[in-house]
Nanobody, 122 residues
Framework: VQLVESGGGLVQSGGSLRLSCAAS????????MSWYRQVPGKERELVGG????????NYVDSVRGRFAISRDNAKNTLYLQMNSLKPEDTAVYYC????????????????WGQGTQVTVSS
C-alpha cells in the first residue's frame, strides 16, 4: 500500500494550492479517503473526507467554503483544492485511506501518506 502526496509549497495569503494523493496497492474505490493536517507540537487534525463512491465531502468548520475534496477513482487519486489560504492553514498535509463497511471502520486497514508541507505567508 502506498499513498504519495504532492502539490505542497509556499503560497501567499489568499492564494491557492491543489494537493494530490496518488494511491496504490489497494482497491481505492472501496476506501474512505481523508485529508489531515498537523502543525508541530499539535495533534493531527482532520480537514475533511469523502466516501468511496465520491460525491459530497465533509469538512472541518475552519476550511468549509475554502477547501474542496474530490477523488478520481479511475486514476486512484485524491485531491484537495485549497483556496483563500490563510497563514493558519500552514501545516503538513497528510492523505489517509480507511476501509469502512457502513458505519464501521476497520483500523487494520488504515493507511497514511508521508505528508506534504504547505506554508502560507502573510
Amino acid at each position: 500500500v502506498q499513498l504519495v502526496e504532492s502539490g505542497g509549497g509556499l503560497v501567499q495569503s489568499g492564494g491557492s494550492l491543489r494537493l494530490s494523493c496518488a494511491a496504490s496497492g489497494f482497491t481505492f474505490s472501496k476506501y474512505v479517503m481523508s485529508w489531515y493536517r498537523q502543525v508541530p507540537g499539535k495533534e493531527r487534525e482532520l480537514v475533511g473526507g469523502i466516501i468511496g463512491a465520491g460525491g459530497s465531502a465533509n469538512y472541518v468548520d475552519s476550511v468549509r467554503g475554502r477547501f474542496a475534496i474530490s477523488r478520481d477513482n479511475a486514476k486512484n487519486t485524491l485531491y484537495l483544492q485549497m483556496n483563500s489560504l490563510k497563514p493558519e492553514d500552514t501545516a503538513v498535509y497528510y492523505c489517509n485511506a480507511m476501509y469502512c463497511s457502513g458505519y464501521v471502520c476497520l483500523p487494520q486497514y488504515d493507511y497514511w501518506g508521508q505528508g506534504t508541507q504547505v506554508t502560507v505567508s502573510s
